[in-house]
């Protein structure tokens, strides 16, 4: 860890010391003759949180008058940025032209995020979650891990409910967990990110956009204004295939009744909407959750649904049920490639399923 001027004299040494659990780096001027060097060869990769508006300006102009200036313009590894500034600084002309010329130079932006602010006011500029910035560290050290910068993109996520009466629905397993790690891979990957979903983040969302919906309806009239400005569609929330036809006003009662019986008819299918009124070139990517014969059944998806890529997991497999925070997939895309991506974490399923996305836009 390596502690600025200014971060010394707001943070102090000591506590940061007991937080790392070792003695932060603070000065060109020591015991080693070329520290900023050293630490530029040892390092993997390079975080700078909270990046000022005073210390991306160092950034963007090559400065180096200090050990954390010298020691970026030394490494030629990954570079995540969390900024931190008043939205005032943060939108002026000088900041932006600094973060456009980092972005140029392969600088990877984590934020910042709307929210409160310093001295009262609210506004964008403030610090992302940390959750966000170890997740960008997991996802810029990960192999093959690319940009998505300009990239608009709309993920569905959890299950659909389909109401019976006031309190009651139909629903089914899913938690949202893949759904909501394709819409924080590619927010951290650098896209523009809105979440069409039934359940809350698993996360602080500070990132994504985050629009919540109920039923199959409500969520294929928020997809299809999403449409309207997305260049990628990723449907993996899990839709009912029916709804109840008339549902109950109020609560229905349980005494006096032996039995209820429901009326149900279909739902719309999203996927073949969203691709009835697809814009060129809009990537449409659909998900298949089966407990037998997947590659045939995603297959099938694929030719019928008309979709430029289907990932299909077994969720009867262990680890790959319902609600788990692991996952394992095959990919078929409308060229006819395919992949099984073995049991990982659903950030890294979410990478790779993105990488498969970029793969079909490059065609």
């Not at 990769?45 to 102009?61: E, G, N, R, Y």
Request: with cysteine; glycine share 8%; hydrophobic share 50%.
């Amino acid at each position: 860890m390596l502690l600025t001027d200014a971060a010394e004299r707001f943070l102090g040494v000591q506590a940061v010391a007991s937080v790392a659990h070792s003695n932060p780096f603070r000065s060109l001027f020591g015991d080693s003759p070329s520290p900023h060097t050293e630490l530029a060869e040892w390092a993997d990769l390079v975080v700078v949180v909270p990046a000022t508006a005073d210390f991306l300006a160092k950034m963007a102009h090559g400065v180096a008058d200090d050990l954390g200036s010298t020691l970026l313009l030394a490494f030629d590894g990954p570079v995540v940025v969390a900024p931190a500034m008043h939205s005032a600084m943060w939108e002026a002309p000088a900041t932006q032209r600094n973060v456009m010329t980092l972005v140029g130079d392969g600088v990877h932006f984590v934020g910042p995020a709307e929210g409160r602010l310093a001295g009262g006011d609210v506004g964008i500029g403030r610090l992302v979650d940390p959750l966000w910035v170890v997740e960008a560290v997991h996802y810029w050290l990960t192999p093959g891990a690319g940009p998505l910068d300009g990239l608009r993109i709309t993920v569905s996520a959890g299950g659909t409910r389909e109401p019976i009466d006031a309190v009651r629905y139909i629903g089914n397993r899913s938690s949202g967990r893949q759904g909501w790690a394709l819409a924080q891979v590619a927010a951290l990957a650098g896209a523009s990110v809105r979440c069409v979903t039934t359940v809350d983040p698993p996360f602080r969302a500070d990132l994504v956009e985050v629009l919540r919906v109920e039923s199959a309806e409500q969520m294929l009239d928020a997809m299809r204004s999403a449409q309207e400005d997305s260049d990628v569609l990723i449907m993996s929330a899990a839709v009912a295939d029916f709804r109840v036809a008339e549902p109950f006003a109020g609560k229905v009662k349980r005494a006096g009744k032996e039995r209820l019986e429901l009326s149900l008819v279909p739902n719309p299918d999203i996927l073949v909407e969203l691709v009835q009124h697809r814009k060129q070139p809009q990537v449409i990517v659909g998900f298949a959750a089966e407990v037998e014969r997947l590659e045939e059944s995603v297959a099938n998806k694929l030719a019928n649904k008309g979709v430029d890529l289907i990932v299909g997991n077994n969720v009867a497999e262990p680890g790959s049920e319902f609600g788990s925070v692991t996952n394992a997939v095959y990919l078929l895309d409308r060229l006819g490639r395919q992949r099984r991506i073995e049991m990982a974490p659903k950030t890294e399923i979410a990478a790779s399923i993105l990488a498969a996305i970029v793969a079909l836009i490059e065609v």
